[in-house]
């Protein structure tokens, strides 16, 4: 999946099909940035965090509760408290938006940190 646009003048366009990612690889003529997939997030969000040593170890869940899509941070081998949680009506909102706190707090390293 990428973003692709013939010239800088002209919207974005989202392609998924191959064929027509393979046809517009041609940098004299096209301008491309990969997206990310929601697999794509999710496999980059860690499985457990440690906060604090003295805490324990929180670990990843996704779920769908109440009408919206839940990410959060549990520690249930503790005292069963979150260090973060989400939600959203969209699954891959609420993902990104998790891959973004995870970022912050120090969770995944930025490339080229």
């Known amino acids: 999946m990428c973003w692709c646009r013939p010239t800088k003048n002209e919207k974005w366009e989202l392609k998924i099909h191959e064929d027509v ?65 989400i939600s959203d009506d969209s699954f891959i909102k609420a993902a990104y938006q998790m891959l973004l706190w995870c970022i912050e707090n120090g969770y995944i390293e930025k490339k080229g940190d």
Do not use: C, H, M
Not at 29 to 56: H, K, M, V, Y
Not at 57 to 83: H, Q
């Open 21 to 85: 990612i393979r046809q517009k690889r041609d940098p004299r003529f096209w301008e491309i940035i990969p997206a990310l997939t929601l697999q794509d997030i999710i496999e980059l969000l860690p499985r457990s965090i440690q906060p604090n040593p003295d805490e324990g170890t929180y670990y990843l869940n996704l779920y769908y509760y109440d009408l919206s899509w839940v990410i959060d941070y549990l520690n249930n081998e503790g005292d069963g408290s979150y260090a973060a949680t």
